[in-house]
């Protein structure tokens, strides 16, 4: 039945020059049959580079949104709709207007978890993989950061002589993890280096060997000569480590981390996606020139 499924995903790609991106936590059978795999900055730079006419994102809504603030000339398909980022949904427009006019020497970087109209009210955007470096090079001694607090938090030990007002947003699947989790399955691997997404909570980040965002998981463990692995993040991320690391081992940190967003997409709704041409992402064009400029200073400062 999935052969089946996966032929005719492959017969629409051609017939329509798609291409399909993928994101790391996303389903295994997903992951084998996408084009590119990788964290959100790799996604949002192939978005860009990559020559097609249709872009179909497995992931959640900010990233294919993300992907059609890039190209608006591509058709930029989100198979589920439903598929969005609880931490994402936390940043009220209006309200950030109102801490804009609040702090008015405090321009706002966004973690690309946002939507286009808070990217579009951004200086420039960030992701878990360069956060740190864009908060140094921003010509500012103040900065709003949106929306994820652990996150902030990370970022403002890496850069302390600046100031952070961080917004109150958490990653329900991240933020979840306790230290006493840490704690026991260190106990049961005691060999094995613990390495967390920077969206973990402060004192799970002070206990874990690594912190990186999910490809440079994949980078930093390919290059260590640890043979074990505690993976703090989502569990869909196992499933690429494991395939790239044949020798090594990886345990999650806890097996509840699951983004059930994530997991929506489907190879039947891959399908649908090419067939009916669903669901167009398309971003108002007052509000995705503002958003690219935030997204496209993010590529300049750190490039
Ligand atoms: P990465 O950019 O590190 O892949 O993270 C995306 C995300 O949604 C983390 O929860
Ligand atoms: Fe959003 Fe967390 Fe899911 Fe990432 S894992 S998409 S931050 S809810």
Redesign the pocket.
Known sequence: MDNTIIEEIKRLKKQRNAIILA??YQREEIQDIADFVG???ELSRQAVQVQCDVIVFCGVHFMAETAAILNPDKTVLLPEIEAG?PMADTVDVKELKEWIKKYPSSPVISYV?TTAEVKALSYACC???NAPQIVKVVPFDSIIFVPDKNLADWVKKQVPYKEIIAWNGF?P??HMIKKEDVIRTKKVHPDALVVV?P?CRPEVIELADHVA???GMVRFAKASQAKEFIIGT?IGLLYRLKKENPGKNFYPLKSTMI?PNMKFTTLESVLLALKENQYVIKVPEDIRIKAYEAVQRMFTLVS
């Open positions: 994101h790391n964290d959100s900055l980022c978890n992701t878990s993989a990653c699947t991240h997404h969206e965002s999910t490809s989502e983004c």
